[in-house]
């Protein structure tokens, strides 16, 4: 235990007394002692100094009663504990002593819990106060000396020091007072005759009696006595008990009895009648019972509380009608009942926790009163078994509500807890508090896909960025934590990256073609999609993914065999003995495509003769279907067609030769025709794109010479013309053809140019073809060859001599006519063997 002391800005010490013990949550005690009736404000303690915490504001420290009042206020930014109300001790706490009041101060995050108890100290504030203002006896003046006559005691709520400490008695010559006190320390005054009255000199007396605490200063209360001697009554009451006791339980109805005091007095008549009234009655303890003045019985004249007052002491006066008394104590116990049920007051409670907090956190801290006494108040605090939390213990009538086990928000995300709050009494009181906890989220959850792998299907040659299908992953966390987004692992599919293949959308997790996929080149694809949530740090997943490639009929079949060349010829032989059944030879073909797509089937589509051979439907054999005579040709020549099973269908032709011979040497004689019809087939295409370039160029310089030739003469007409005085007269030869003229060419196109001289010139002269034009075939090589012939027409003119009188005469002395001829024939190509 330590002793704190501070100094306030007034003339009293703080004295604080600190008391520290660990409990599971932090806790610390610690008592000051302040005086009553300080003003608002005035200090009261450093906390935060005595306390050691610097983190009053930070920790949102507050002050936690149960009280009505609060009579303190913590000052959080200086750390100090003031005054907040007056404080009266005789309010707060009665007779009790020591006076105190506790409260408890909470802190958050974390959560600590330190109590305060506040002594208050009793000032000199009330002085000693006598329930009537007169006290009035009647005394005989035959009373002997040496009889005592019991006073009114005072009453002082101060206490200590401070409460009635002594009696005075005015000065006088019949009476002294005389000062006792009760076994519960309260004094009370007796007035003892020291001198024989006498009636006729003195039938009255008038006192003072002055009660006097022991405060500084000095504060005191006056009763007046007021004395009336009467004739002798020699004999006083006296009770039969000295102190009597009694019981009553708390609650009890009004006029209850409890008890009754009997006083005898032996005097007879109106001098033996005994009257009895409450002396010294402490606080309203008059006001709670009531005695019947003549016959000593004592009820209920109010309600009774034993949380107020357990034990009430009251002093009974027995006084007969000659002014004799005698007084008695009668202490009634009150017996408590189980009336209050438990008060759960909760000081402090976190109302959302997280779930990764561990077992035995502090979830609330919360009091519990009960009123009632001994096992009516013992209180046992419980919450229901099947919640994952216990109560524990802490400072008196303070408990903890702690975790028991590890939270999971994914499988319970609240707790409605009950606390309840049971008293022993018979029967059992009880209470209950209901709290509301909520577990907040953490990333304690991975994402879980909703398949262990996902496989799917694609036809291949589909169209890039077709939706494949879509991954989906579920997260059992909360917002931000349960917000997933997918990825792709990188990963190598065939040497490439698989993002080169697919796509995948972070947020709907569908999965798309990045590419048109080729069965014949990737047949499926494996990878390896991730989920990753956004938590912090974020948690993921990962899944296989397999997309199967599946086969579209987009390959024809492919023939392995028979080989086909371009530059030999391969035929199969079969011996004219051959029998029905004969295997000729097998076309073997493959498709590089899958399942039904592959399944190929042999067809004969055209043979030289079709009654000789047949083709096997699913083997590609070729077999003889009748003997072969001799008068099956030796050349022939079979057209095999490979088709698939797709839908729609592929197929590839096969050409199979087959000589029917037993010889090779008349295989090799007949087939020479046959290679060159073979070769012919092979470059017909080429040589027609030959043969057309070459018609085009041909006509094409044949067209400019011609128009050459006709500028020309065209230019020699007109300087003829031009000497001449004669009229011209155009004629056309019927077979005339426009040189512009448009459309096909013909095999043989004329074109025939005409002009006159004068015949003094010259006589009518005719031109010849100028040349040929002929494609001719080399046998020994499998191209053309053009051979160009050009033969020129010299004209000769002959010298000019002068015009005779008969060509004069006519105008037209010659006509000369020139025609060109181009004939293009197309020539035949046969390849040799």
């Given amino acids: 235990m330590a002793h704190i002391s501070s100094e306030p800005p007034i003339k009293w010490q703080v004295r604080a007394f600190i008391l520290v013990f660990l409990i599971e949550a932090t806790v610390c005690q610690i008592r000051y002692s302040v005086p009553e009736e300080m003003r608002k404000g005035s200090f009261v303690g450093n906390v935060a100094e005595d306390l050691g915490i610097d983190r009053l504001r930070s920790g949102r420290a507050r002050i936690v009663t149960g009280e009505n009042n609060q009579y303190t206020e913590l000052k959080t930014d200086k750390g100090t504990l003031v005054v907040n109300e007056r404080i009266d001790r005789e309010e707060l ?15 958050e995050n974390p959560i600590e819990l330190h109590r305060l108890t506040v002594e208050i100290l009793d000032v000199n504030d009330h002085a000693p106060t006598f329930k009537n203002d007169v006290i009035n006896l009647e005394i005989s003046e035959s009373a002997t000396i040496g009889s005592h006559f019991d006073l009114e005691s005072a009453y002082d709520p101060d206490a200590g020091i401070h409460s009635l400490q002594n009696y005075v008695l005015s000065p006088n010559d019949n009476f002294v007072l005389k000062q006792q006190s009760n076994a519960d320390g309260i004094r ?5 005759l020291q001198k024989p009255l006498d009636r006729e000199l003195k039938p009255h007396l008038s006192l003072k009696m002055i009660a006097v605490d022991g405060g500084t200063p000095q504060r005191s209360g006056t009763v007046n006595i007021e004395i009336t001697v009467l004739d002798i009554n020699d004999n006083r009451p006296v ?21 009754t005091v009997n006083a005898s007095d032996a005097d007879s008549g109106s001098n033996g009648l005994v ?19 003549f016959t000593g019985k004592i009820t209920v004249a ?35 009942i189980n009336d209050n049920a438990p008060v759960i007051n909760i000081m402090s409670f976190t109302s959302l926790i997280s779930e990764d907090v561990p077992p035995g956190t502090t979830i609330a801290v919360f009091n519990v009163k009960d009123a009632d006494s001994e096992r009516n108040g013992q209180v046992t605090c419980s919450v229901d078994s099947n919640l994952p939390f216990k109560i524990q213990s802490s400072l008196t009538n303070y408990y903890n509500l702690l975790s028991q086990v590890p939270f999971d928000r994914e499988s319970k995300p609240e707790y409605n807890i009950t606390i ?31 398949e262990p792998s996902y496989s799917a299907h694609i036809v291949e040659n589909n169209v890039p960025g077709l939706s494949i299908f879509s991954v989906s992953a579920r997260d059992s966390d909360w917002n931000q934590n349960a917000r997933l987004s997918y990825f792709l692992e990188d990963t190598q599919v065939s040497g490439n990256p698989v993002s080169s293949y697919v796509s995948i959308s972070s947020e709907t997790g569908v999965i798309h073609a990045v590419r048109s996929f080729d069965y014949e080149q990737i047949k499926q694809l494996v990878f390896t999609v991730k989920a990753q949530d956004g938590g912090s740090p974020p948690l993921s997943s990962n899944v296989t993914v397999k997309i199967l490639i599946q086969d579209q009929n987009d390959n024809p079949p492919q ?13 199969e032989m079969v011996p004219r003995s051959a029998d029905v059944g004969y295997l000729v030879t097998k076309v073997v073909a493959v498709d590089v495509d899958s399942g039904q797509n592959a399944w190929l089937s042999y067809k004969l589509q055209k043979a030289t003769d079709r009654a000789l051979f047949e083709v096997g439907l699913q083997n590609g054999e070729i077999r003889t279907i009748r003997q072969v005579t001799d008068k099956d040709a030796v050349k022939q020549r079979l057209t095999v067609i490979v088709e698939d099973n797709g839908q729609p269908s592929c197929s590839a032709t096969v050409i199979v030769n087959v000589a029917v011979a037993d010889s090779f040497p008349e295989v090799l004689s007949e087939f020479t025709d046959f290679t060159h019809d073979k070769e012919y087939n092979d470059n017909l295409t080429f040589y027609l794109v030959l043969a057309l370039a070459v018609v085009s160029f041909l006509f094409i310089t044949c067209l400019v010479v011609i128009i050459s030739v006709k500028i020309y003469r065209w230019r020699q007409q007109s300087r003829i013309l031009y000497h001449s005085n004669l009229p011209v007269i155009p004629y056309y030869p019927p077979r005339y053809s426009d040189t512009l003229g448009t459309g096909a060419l013909q095999h043989v196109y004329n074109y025939e140019v005409c002009r006159t001289t004068d015949s003094r010139k010259s006589d009518c002269k005719f031109g010849r073809a100028g040349s040929q034009n002929v494609l001719i075939l080399d046998p020994n090589s499998t191209g053309t060859m ?48």
């Fill in 93 to 107: 706490c009665g007779d009790m002593t020591p006076c105190s009041f506790s409260f408890e101060i909470i802190l």
């Fill in 188 to 192: 009370f005054a007796v007035m003892i």
């Fill in 239 to 259: 009770f039969n008990q000295s102190l009597y006791t009694a019981t009553v339980t708390e609650n009890a109805a009004i006029g209850t009895y409890i008890t």
């Fill in 275 to 293: 009257t009895y009234t409450f002396s010294n009655v402490k606080g309203k303890s008059g006001e709670i019972f009531e005695i019947d003045s």
């Fill in 302 to 336: 109010e309600n009774i509380d034993f949380e107020k007052d357990r034990k009430y002491e009251i002093r009974v006066i027995a006084k007969d009608q000659g002014g004799l008394s005698d007084a008695t104590t009668i202490v009634i116990e009150v017996t408590d």
């Fill in 420 to 450: 309840t709050a049971t008293d022993s009494g018979s029967p059992p009181l009880s209470t209950k508090a209901a709290l509301h906890l909520k577990i907040s989220d953490v990333n304690d959850n991975s994402p879980v896909f909703t």
């Fill in 559 to 571: 023939v392995l065999y028979p080989v086909q060349t371009g530059g030999s010829l391969v035929a």
């Fill in 786 to 833: 053009q051979r160009i012939q050009n033969e020129k027409s010299i004209l000769d003119e002959p010298e000019e001599s002068p015009p005779s009188p008969a060509a004069s005469l006519s105008p037209y002395r010659s006509l000369m006519s020139m025609t060109t001829r181009l004939s293009l024939r197309g020539a035949h190509m046969r390849p040799t063997l």
